[in-house]
Structures are given as C-alpha cells and as structure tokens.
C-alpha cells in the first residue's frame, strides 16, 4: 500500500479553510482513480512535546507509488493539486510526503 500524508499548519483563517477543504477538495480528492482511502484528522493534533500548529492532517492510500502518481497525472490529480494551492497557497504552511507502506 503507498501513502500520501498532508499536513497542514494552522490558517489564517480556519472558517474559510474548512469550508473549501470540506465542500470543495475533499469531493474532488475523493474522484482520484485508484484512491482506495482518505482519511483525515479529527480534533486537535498534539506532539510528544505539545501542541504545535498542525491544524489538519490527509492521508489518502493507493495500492501502490505508481498507482498514486498515475492517480495525480490524471486530470482528477491535476485539478485537486491545483484545487489545494486555492486555499493552501503557501508551500511552508503544508508539508506533503510519499511512500509504500507495509503491515508489521
């Protein structure tokens, strides 16, 4: 299985940001070929030494890394990648990572 993670720091504005997440990316996120899961945060994200300023976290799952970068070169992929810069235009207010991931 592969993952992408998305963390998201703290908006300006969390109204707005949960309203485009909610109403607007999540729906388009959710058409990505090959998507198997979404998931994402619920309540406050803590850290071993506290609260830090991760608002939200997504992490979606594929079969596998060519299943996820297939899924965003398709139009869906490229719509909800441009879709996120929308109302996360900042790239150091998220952070995004890949990888496979295996059950121990």
């Known amino acids: ?42 309540g406050p994200i803590a850290a071993p030494a506290g609260s830090g300023d991760v608002y939200r976290i997504g992490r979606l799952s594929f079969d596998d890394l060519a299943a996820l970068q297939a899924a965003f070169a398709s139009p869906e992929g490229r719509a909800a990648a441009a879709d996120r810069r929308l109302f996360a235009p900042d790239d150091s207010g998220v952070q995004i990572y890949l990888f496979d991931s295996k059950v121990l």
């Open 1 to 42: 299985m592969a993952q992408m993670v998305v963390i998201y720091r703290t908006p300006q504005d969390i109204a707005a940001f949960d309203r485009h997440y909610f109403d607007i990316h999540v729906p388009l996120a959710k058409t990505l070929p090959g998507l198997r899961k979404y998931e994402i945060s619920d």
